[in-house]
């Protein structure tokens, strides 16, 4: 895929933009949880990097935010000043998706002139960079959707960005593995792969479940942990007609879904780190198996935390970027299940 001289230099290139996607999605969750998002009613690619510099230009950009929904049934009477504390959320989180474009477009352009990567890796690496581009397109088109009647994004466009987000994170990811750990000969048991692969859907799962949640903030009821309220299941669970809107729009089911999806990775993944530690003695396999489960176990934890106290903003982060750790230390082990040394 690389030149041998270039290949740790261009997966850790690759390393430090996925984290930067995480920070990404880090920095979403803050811009959603302070009501910031809807604060810049327009997409602007490359105008928009220069934010408003002098009164004339903080008052037009206000008073564009005052014809929005969220203003005038949300925000009404707000000053300047409370207007530039979520402006600045919004505006951020806009600059480091700029930002993570121009880290990995440059250095692309650097190795491939120097003829560090392979046509193939070009072709895997020019992908990103485009899903990176959608990724720009989707955000916007999410923002939009809350601009129009509702103050408030469609939960449906807020799930996708954030599953996109976790896609050019997975591919970042995956292959700056693949250049540190290139694929050994000897493949580790069929079963084994499989049961990490179901691990990690059940982590995408749990992540698209908790996209709704944020989307419909149902993570404001039943804060109570192990019941929900006094029930196992709410009785309202599937109140809505028809009866597919419950796991959409329904606070209960939604909440429900994403504290199954918690309880099904808390006993499947102990489950796969017994079968790893008994189907193979590789070093790596096993550390992968073992990190996965710490991680699982701290994003379960902060999972209840931020249910009992009311959603509090560090806690909600915290959750959020966890989500994307879980799923690096779930692809991680499927990585490493390639193949045992």
């Known amino acids: 895929m690389t030149t041998s001289e270039h290949q740790g230099a261009v997966a850790t290139w690759l390393a430090v933009c996925a984290a930067m996607v995480l920070g990404m999605v880090v920095l979403g969750g803050a811009t959603r949880l302070t009501h910031s998002g809807l604060s810049i009613v327009e997409w602007q690619p490359i105008v928009g990097t220069i934010p408003p510099l002098s009164p004339a230009d903080w008052n037009t950009t206000f008073d564009k935010y005052k014809q929005t929904p969220e203003y005038k049934r949300v925000n009404q009477g707000m000053s300047l000043d409370e ?4 402006f600045w959320w919004e505006y951020f989180h806009r600059l480091l998706g700029r930002t993570i474009g121009f880290v990995f477009l440059v250095p692309l352009l650097y190795f491939w002139r120097r003829g560090a990567i392979t046509r193939p890796l070009v072709r895997v690496l020019i992908g990103i960079f485009v899903l990176g ?3 720009g397109f989707m955000g916007w088109y999410m923002v939009s959707s809350g601009l129009v009647d509702e103050p408030a994004v469609s939960p449906f466009r807020l799930t996708a960005h954030l599953l996109l987000a976790l896609v050019i994170f997975a ?4 292959t700056a593995l693949s250049l540190w750990h290139p694929r050994p000969a000897a493949a580790a048991p069929g079963r084994l792969r499989r049961l990490s692969w179901i691990a990690t859907l059940l ?5 698209t479940s908790g996209g709704f949640v944020a989307g419909i903030r149902a993570g404001l009821t039943y804060n109570t ?4 309220g006094d029930y196992i299941v709410p009785p309202e669970i599937l109140m809505m007609e028809p009866w597919w809107k419950n796991f959409f729009y329904n606070m209960a089911t939604v909440q429900f879904d994403h504290r199954l999806g918690a309880w099904t990775l808390a006993v499947f993944v102990p489950y796969l780190v017994w079968r790893v530690r008994a189907m193979t003695a590789d070093a790596r396999t096993r550390r992968a198996a073992m990190l996965l489960f710490a991680m699982l176990a701290v994003q379960i934890t902060l999972g209840i935390s931020t249910l009992l106290w ?3 903003v ?13 799923l690096a230390a779930a692809l991680n082990l499927n990585h490493a299940l390639r193949g045992t040394r």
């Open 314 to 326: 560090p806690l909600a982060v915290l959750h959020q970027g966890g989500a994307v750790l879980v």
């Open 83 to 86: 207007f530039k504390g979520i």
């Open 225 to 228: 942990f192990p019941l929900m």
């Open 171 to 174: 591919w970042m990811w995956w």
């Open 310 to 312: 009311f959603v509090p």
């Open 203 to 207: 982590v995408v799962f749990m992540a």
């Open 133 to 135: 581009g959608l990724q």
